[in-house]
């Protein structure tokens, strides 16, 4: 692996880094939703329950409310309405409905929901199946179609199954009954309750506007009556055009819950979908709907306007809902969802036959999110909330293929053993844990929504499991839907008509109703309390986990390191009265963050006139120090100079900026131009300019920036450039971001301390961890051969109290001098200290540099290369050992690393003489430090986290022997 380049596995890292924030982003969606199910107030409670039929005594249903209000803007007195019972429909004419049934080899499941459809409270309907089987569901249908009495039956037998489901509902719509007004769409293995008709009306008639005219659209009305209060009463086009506006955006389709819980207890695997379908429904869709977003069709338990569908008609996709409910989008319709129409259905209880099924919606889903994309996004009929959602929707599936090339690089990176920098076991496990969640607490909230958490608990264990059986199927099928020019065929998921549970309704819980105090109540009250009160154990639940994960997210935050430059940064031109060696260039001109007054505080006014019309380079600023951690420039650059010109006119300005290596090589990072820039004539003109934008380009630390200014002026013109004074001061501002790194700076306490077996009086640490003094502390050491000397060895403070890898470069600054000016090479050493004091060594870094003689004002950068990575266990500590060896020029050689890497300036005598080197720190003035990549010092809250997988298992344990008590 050491032959492996570092940026390989870099890359393999920011991958899957990429996917994983990815995923965080989707999580983040679940999150909210999540929230906003359980603190998004009191939902009615609808419906009866499994066993006796009762009905909640709340039955308004504030959900509905809140939808209706929300969607579209509707006026404020709908609110102040309470719906009938129920929900249901009870206008004074009932509106003809078709009831259409695709069936296809249903034979375990035909007879049910045929009895179930002509058993509907409602009288004005017809129920049309379309039929493509091939096996005794003729015979069953022949025998149903001998009945008298009830709604009218149509069985229309197709001799082919062309176009699939979405085939057969266009044979429907050929032969359904033209009275038609809505179409209701049923799959074979769905018992529909007898209300459902009457409950899908009501949100129809509320929708649209059809109880009394209250829910017109505002705009619309506004519209018109201002058209007519003008011309008399007189509509005329315009009344056209705008009645048409109003028609298209009314709700085209309802959506109800499908309810998969029929043979939910038959084994793993149907426990959690069963989870899975709650969290889908009783979270996800909900949110969808109070925040106004696009909302799917689910393929069943669904109405539709029949005239909408006579317009738009189905196709053959084998996702025809979807492909559906684009189209309704892009014609400007709307689709609401509702929890409380609520239709059980069966669950697939094979593995075979759920990935068949899997792969089929994810192939047909991403094919029509690649047909319909663009003309999604373009369409002037959807809001931005929909066209969100719609991004949302587009990658659901293609994340199982995501979720594969992350992992698998993941893996890579690992196996390397190269990250990020800025990479840290709290990020990872942060996104890990955050991800892993989402979808199991989305499910114990559905769960708990529907007062079956205790029950079903087990399920959300399976439908982890579930969601990585079926991962790998998903993506293939995903990646298939995108790249194929013609949609594959439909894979049918067989019914067995298996039940196991007789549950035709669930209740919805309201949120919190259990904190309010109540009433005195009756013993059968007092019982139905106490099952009220022991679910509400998944409710602590969810928020102990949901605290798990917002602790995790803190910590990653809040680890005390450095703090970093963030945001805008100011270089202030600069000019200094005795030239500095930058890179083996002698600069007057500098760039400093120290303000002027420290350079004394003068104006310095540099003057050029042009021999011609061309570009020429005129100043050169370089960095006056060099950088002491990595450096990320991004955004926009804006310069700032007071110039102005002998006379007024124009001149042309550009702008080169550079980063210069310690080698003194150099990288063009960007280049502004202006062109026909006006400036004056008088003193203290101000230039405001600003350059275009940088796309994250990261400086090193060690190197330096340099900026060339390019002048394009007209001869004759002298052009005066002022800078080097609090009063004018000319400056360059830059925008980077923040790299996360820890540095520890170096201490002495005149009493030792015990580190890991070894006493020591120097040591690392953290400078918010201890009390600075105010004057620097010295170390020094004579030299008087040419042998190399270990000077000094600084120890963490304290061992680890947590694993800590690391994986980049150090960053050494050091305030190191000599009694003279000479040259000296340094060798820096990191070890990894175990708990009884045995060191392995860990990285070894080699500089020559020429020191300064006296005390310096400067510190010396010094930066390693990309160290392996190596953990450092808990319990361990780092050492950090220099070790100096004083050199001559013979020692260095032609080919030797001098001074910024253009080898040595100033001759040194061949005669080797004692040299006292001296290295001050431990004060704010000598903050002599050691920086390190990522996170070094204790997280310690992280520990706790592999505790909140098991929370689960012991509420689920506790509710079993709290039952086992009660039996007894």
């Known amino acids: 692996m050491a032959l492996v380049p570092p940026s390989v596995g870099l890359a393999f890292s920011y991958v899957a880094l990429a996917f994983g924030i990815f995923f965080f982003a989707f999580a983040c969606k679940y999150y909210v939703a999540i929230l906003l199910a359980l603190l998004g107030g009191k939902g009615g409670g609808n419906g009866a329950n499994s066993e006796g039929g009762r009905t909640n005594r709340n039955r308004n249903h504030r959900l509905a409310e809140r939808v209706l209000n929300h969607f579209g803007g509707r006026s404020s007195d709908l609110s102040n309405e309470d719906p009938p019972p129920e929900g249901q429909y009870e206008g004074a004419e009932e509106p003809f409905i078709s009831i259409h049934l695709p069936f296809y080899n249903e034979r375990n499941v035909a007879r049910r929901i045929l009895e179930a459809c002509i058993n509907l409270d409602y009288s004005n309907y017809e129920i049309l199946v379309v039929d493509d089987s091939r096996d005794e569901t003729v015979r069953i249908l022949r025998e149903m179609s001998r009945r008298r009495g009830g709604p009218t039956l149509k069985f229309v037998h197709r001799k082919d199954r062309r176009g699939f489901k979405g085939g057969a509902l266009s044979e429907a719509l050929k032969h359904m009954d033209p009275r038609t007004e809505y179409v209701v769409v049923f799959d074979a293995d769905f018992i529909p309750p007898p209300d459902i008709l009457r409950q899908f009306l009501w949100y129809f008639n509320r929708q649209n506007g059809q109880n009394g005219g209250n829910n017109k659209h505002r705009l619309a009305s506004r519209v018109l009556n201002h058209f007519n209060n003008n011309r008399g009463g007189g509509g005329g086009d315009l009344e056209r055009r705008v009645e048409e506006w109003y028609e298209a955006r009314r709700v085209a389709a309802v959506q109800g819950y499908q309810l998969h819980v029929l043979n939910k207890s038959e084994n793993w695997l149907t426990r959690g979908v069963r989870a899975e379908y709650s969290g889908s429904y009783m979270v996800e869709r909900t949110a969808e709907e109070f925040f106004g977003a696009m909302k799917m069709i689910a393929g069943s338990v669904f109405m539709v306007r029949a005239d909408v569908l006579r317009r738009l008609g189905w196709t053959t996709s084998i996702t025809e809902d979807w492909d559906l409910t684009i189209r309704l989008y892009l014609a400007g319709y709307k689709v609401v969802y509702t929890p409380l129409i609520q239709a059980p259905a069966e669950i697939p209880k094979t593995v075979r036959r759920l990935v068949r099924q899997r792969m089929r919606w994810a192939e047909g889903h991403t094919f029509a999110v690649k047909k319909y994309f663009w003309r999604v996004l373009r369409s002037p009929m959807l809001t931005l909330r929909e066209k969100l959602e719609f991004l949302y929707f587009a990658p659901y599936y293609l994340q199982s293929f995501f979720f594969l090339i992350g992992s698998l690089c993941w893996l890579v990176a690992e196996a390397l053993g190269q990250h990020p920098s800025f990479w840290t076991a709290t990020l990872g496990w942060g996104l890990v844990l955050s991800n892993l969640f989402a979808l199991p607490l989305m499910g114990l909230t559905g769960l708990f929504l529907e007062y079956s958490a205790l029950q079903d608990f087990r399920g959300i264990l399976s439908f982890i499991a579930l969601s990585y059986i079926i991962t790998p199927f998903q993506a293939y099928a995903a990646l298939k839907g995108l790249l194929e020019k013609e949609e594959g065929t439909w894979i049918r998921t067989l019914k067995t008509g298996t039940i196991t549970d007789r549950i035709l309704r669930v209740r919805l819980r309201k949120i919190f109703g259990w904190v309010s105090p109540r009433r005195k109540r009756s013993s059968e009250e ?396 431990d004060s704010k003035e000598r903050d002599s430090r050691v920086g390190f990549p990522g996170i070094v010092l204790p997280e310690r809250l992280l520990p706790l986290l592999p505790l909140a997988p098991l929370i689960p298992a012991l509420v689920w344990k506790m509710s079993v022997l709290k039952g086992g008590r009660r039996d007894e």
């Open 526 to 921: 007092r019982r139905e309390g106490r099952r009220g009160r022991s679910s509400t154990l998944a409710l602590i639940l969810l928020l102990i986990m949901s605290a798990a994960l917002a602790s995790m997210s803190l910590m990653a935050l809040s680890t005390p390191t450095q703090p970093q430059p963030t945001g805008e940064e100011v270089l202030n031109l600069e000019y200094l009265d005795v030239p500095v060696n930058i890179s083996g260039v002698l600069t007057h001109r500098v760039l400093t963050l120290r303000p002027s007054s420290e350079l004394g505080g003068g104006i310095h006014n540099d003057v050029w006139e042009p021999s011609n019309e061309g570009w020429r380079r005129v100043w050169v600023f370089y960095l006056d120090v060099p950088l002491e951690q990595d450096y990320v420039l991004t955004g926009e650059m804006d310069y700032v100079l007071y110039l102005h010109a002998s006379r007024a006119g124009e001149v042309s300005l550009k702008f080169v900026l550079y980063d210069v290596g310690e080698d003194g090589a150099s990288h063009k990072i960007k280049e502004d131009k202006f062109r026909g820039v006006k400036i004056g004539a008088e003193p203290g003109g101000l230039l405001n300019l600003t350059g275009g934008r940088v796309r994250e380009y990261t400086l090193s630390p060690g190197h330096r920036i340099r900026v060339e200014v390019y002048v394009k002026g007209h001869r004759g013109v002298a052009y005066f450039l002022e800078y080097g004074s609090t009063s004018r001061p000319s400056c360059i501002r830059l925008h980077h971001l923040p790299v996360r790194r820890t540095y520890l700076s170096l201490e002495y306490s005149p009493t030792p301390v015990t580190v890991c077996n070894t006493m020591t009086n120097r040591y690392m640490t953290h400078p918010d961890f201890t009390d600075l003094g105010e004057a620097a502390h010295v170390d020094s050491l004579t030299v008087e051969d040419r042998r190399w000397h270990r000077a000094w060895s600084f120890y963490l403070y304290g061992p680890l109290e947590e694993a800590y890898t690391l994986n980049g470069r150090l960053v050494y600054r050091l305030y190191l001098h000599a009694d003279r000016e000479c040259w000296a090479a340094l060798a820096i050493g990191l070890y990894d200290v175990d708990e009884v004091g045995r060191s392995e060594r860990v990285g070894f870094s080699l500089f020559v540099r020429r020191l300064e003689g006296h005390s310096t004002e400067r510190p010396l950068i010094l930066v390693t290369q990309i160290l392996r990575s190596h953990t450092f266990k808990s319990g361990h500590t780092l050492k950090i050992a220099i070790w100096i060896k004083s050199l001559r020029v013979g020692d260095m050689g032609s080919g030797a690393v001098g001074d910024e890497g253009r080898g040595p300036h100033h001759p040194i005598s061949w005669k080797m003489e004692p040299v006292t080197y001296y290295l001050e720190y």
